[in-house]
């Protein structure tokens, strides 16, 4: 943003003009009139939301906006996992309504005020280093360092062919490690997660019931679910987009009711029993019970959930515990204690103290990666 009305913006309200069937013509070609603020400011009703596959010259107006007024986004034209973030931030600051199905939506509400003079620019937070007890940085990283590495260190981790990793399993701790990194983790404490996740599920697909080839490492709870639930056929190793919301939050209710006495892996954290009903519920808050959401939403829902728990119910056993226990501790080895504190006080898989070992250094191995050593 310039302040110049050059080609470029002639090219933007045309075509706003021409999408919302504005006049544009004769002497209106271009022209920024009443009609157009009049839409701006709180006459638009088309509506903006997550769209990480669809590019929108129309994202890309609202990304030049969120940028000139100093929030952390790129103008791309699409609606992905970042903009979400910067919406929802837009939103808060500005005290619009972002709750329920409005929560991360452009609507015309949000257009006016974006468009208006009185729209609040984004405050740089002040850094401080907190001296005492636990909140000592870890490894020597401070706000600041990280921050500006951030990119860095997501373009490695998109680049790295050393993990071996699918397509599906580096989309998501791809998504993972950016929503971490925007909410201040520590890199150390965030290759922790992601040396856990690679070795657990992918976003939206159910655990797998097939254990054709050693039947006797089957679990008694997967035994119940196909005997019970015919689970073999309607959900095992598929995933969220095909079976949908409504079907698995029926089967959740039901097994609820019996105490979860079966359940199933769900996702890229292979949540279980009431875990998974979490996670449904946080699929419902974001898209609607009749809904089968894609890839990419998956990734956003399981994020939001990871991101919730480590806020709040696993904060103290996971994320504290573990600053309390490597603080000072050189990264690599700061990140190996993030893989195993993950492992067994949130993952908790079966045979949680030999995994730890594997997944710790799989962390190290990751934090190195992301650092550029």
């Known amino acids: 943003m310039d302040g110049y009305y050059g080609e470029e913006t002639y090219k933007i309200v045309n075509l706003f003009k021409d999408t919302y069937g504005l006049i544009n013509e004769g002497e209106n070609k271009g022209v920024v009139d009443n009609q157009v603020w009049q839409y701006l400011f709180g006459g638009l009703s088309g509506e903006l939301k997550y769209n ?3 590019y929108s010259e129309l994202v890309r107006i609202a990304q030049i906006r969120l940028k000139d007024l100093g929030y952390d986004v790129e103008a791309t034209g699409y609606f992905d996992e970042k903009m979400l973030i910067v919406v ?5 600051t500005n005290k619009l309504g972002n709750t ?4 991360g939506v452009i609507g015309a509400q949000t257009w006016g005020v974006l468009f208006s003079s009185d729209a ?3 405050v740089a937070k002040k850094v401080e280093k907190e001296i005492k007890g636990t909140d000592q940085p870890i490894a020597g990283q401070n706000s600041n360092s990280v921050k500006g590495s951030k990119y860095e260190m997501i373009e490695r981790l998109k680049k790295d062919t050393s993990l071996g990793l699918s397509k599906s399993k580096k989309d998501a701790i791809i998504d993972m490690a950016t929503v971490l990194l925007d909410e201040g983790y520590e890199p150390e404490f965030i290759a922790g997660i992601l040396g856990n996740i690679i070795h657990e599920g992918t976003p939206g697909r159910f655990e797998s019931s097939n254990y054709k080839s050693n039947p006797e ?3 008694g709870y997967l035994k119940y679910m196909d005997a019970n639930h015919d689970y073999r056929n309607k959900f ?3 995933t969220l987009t095909e079976v949908g919301i409504a079907e698995t939050y029926s089967l959740l209710k039901q097994l609820e009711k019996g105490g979860y006495e079966g359940k199933f892996g ?14 449904i519920e946080t699929y419902i808050e974001l898209y609607g019970e009749d809904y089968y959401p894609t890839a990419a939403e998956c990734r956003v829902a399981e994020n939001r959930l990871l991101l919730k728990e480590m806020k709040g ?3 103290k056993s996971v994320y504290q515990n573990w600053k309390s226990q490597y603080s000072g501790c050189d990264g690599a080895e700061a990140a190996y204690g993030a893989g195993s504190v993950v492992c067994k006080k949130y993952e908790i898989p079966r045979d949680a103290d030999t995994k730890a070992i594997e997944r710790g250094n799989d962390s190290k191995k990751i934090y190195n990666i992301m650092m550029g050593k």
Not at 88 to 92: G, L, V
């Open 217 to 219: 490492k089957k679990p």
């Open 266 to 279: 769900l996702g890229s954290i292979q949540w279980t029993g009431g875990r998974t009903m979490k996670l």
């Open 88 to 92: 929802n931030e837009f939103k808060d």
């Open 52 to 54: 990480p596959d669809e």
């Open 236 to 238: 095992s190793g598929k």
């Open 120 to 122: 609040v620019k984004k």
């Open 100 to 103: 329920g199905a409005w929560e």
């Open 313 to 315: 119910a696993y904060n």
